[in-house]
């Protein structure tokens, strides 16, 4: 019998919602929230596979999982705090890796879609790694934001000062290039609408010409 990779994301969705139940147990109702938000998050994948007829791989579900685990057990189980400055970059590489990776797969898909939109290999290349360095500057102006008008509640600042924030973003730059190496290395082997077709199901192709009209 085959094994189903997905049950590895289902353990990880699991986990986060004990760990939503751990937060609620010692009055971390912020940790709590967060959690039941991230279950949520977590489920997207199956949402666009129902509505986009869009297959998300065991891999990117998996790695989203464990991206909203990673930040959600992070600050409910001190991680954060207790395992500084390690655990923090750790996080932020797995994080960029996913919005990496989901960067990628949505190119693919929009040039399948699109007559128009059409990428050369090292095109695909700078755009994930930029698309990535964008992302964490995003979430870097959203930990300072927080940091301002929330520090007092927070079980730690998310910013440590400069040299926190730009180890963030040079992590957030190592995880974009890891999958942008990795990205364009397999369209050597098989082209952006190649891969594209081993995601998408019949019923994606009504949905695509849908959107063309």
């Known amino acids: 019998m085959k094994f189903n990779y997905y049950y590895l994301t289902y353990i990880l969705q699991a986990l986060i919602v004990l760990t939503s139940a751990y937060s609620f147990h010692i009055g971390y109702y912020a940790g709590t929230f967060f959690g039941l938000v991230a279950v949520g998050l977590s489920l997207i994948p199956v949402l666009v596979h129902r509505r986009l007829h869009i297959v998300v791989p065991w891999e990117v579900t998996f790695l989203i999982a464990l991206t909203l685990f990673l930040h959600i057990g992070g600050y409910s189980y001190l991680w954060y705090l207790h395992l500084y400055p390690y655990y923090d970059k750790f996080a932020h590489l797995i994080a960029s890796m996913t919005v990496a990776l989901l960067g990628f797969l ?108």
């Open 106 to 213: 949505a190119v693919i898909i929009i040039m399948r879609v699109s007559p128009y939109l059409r990428f050369e290999r090292w095109e695909i290349f700078f755009f994930i790694v930029i698309f990535t360095l964008a992302f964490g500057t995003i979430w870097e102006i959203w930990e300072f934001t927080m940091d301002t008008l929330a520090g007092p509640y927070l079980t730690k600042p998310l910013q440590q000062g400069n040299t926190d924030t730009m180890l963030d973003l040079i992590t957030d730059l190592c995880g974009g290039l890891i999958i942008a190496l990795l990205g364009t290395y397999y369209l050597k082997r098989k082209s952006a609408n190649e891969w594209a077709d081993t995601l998408i199901e019949p019923g994606f192709d009504k949905i695509a010409a849908r959107l063309k009209r």
